[in-house]
Nanobody, 124 residues
């Protein structure tokens, strides 16, 4: 595997849950902070959540705080985004990103590698 690969997107009803996964190559995952961003049609890409190399520090956008949880499984070189209480405004393409630093960040330009994205559509 040579790149970040997201999965788990799909169609969900408002109020339900989805879990996104992002599998990364070992060379990308090891000692790197990771993040999730999203982009809705006609809008700019926005920060969702990020996690430090150790997993000890996480950041969330205000719009998802308390509903989304980012986590990582180093044994599987994978990060997750557990999304609960989904809202129609969560509809977007979700991107996984890797940062060649151990500290998490909240801006897209801080990340070096990106996945192709997975679509999440929330219906009312």
């Amino acid at each position: 595997q040579d790149q970040l690969v997201e999965s788990g997107g799909g169609l969900a009803q408002a109020g339900s849950s989805l879990r996104l996964s992002c599998a990364a190559p070992r060379r990308t995952f090891g000692s790197n902070a990771m993040g999730w961003f999203r982009q809705a049609p006609g809008k700019e890409r926005e920060f969702v959540a990020s996690i430090s190399w150790t997993g000890g520090v996480t950041y969330y956008a205000d719009s998802v705080k308390g509903r989304f949880t980012i986590s990582r499984d180093d044994s599987r070189n994978t990060i997750f985004l557990q999304m609960t209480d989904l809202k129609t405004e969560d509809t977007a393409t979700y991107y996984c990103a890797a940062r060649r630093r151990v500290t998490a960040a909240m801006t897209a330009d801080a990340y070096d590698d990106w996945g192709q994205g997975t679509q999440v559509t929330v219906s009312s």
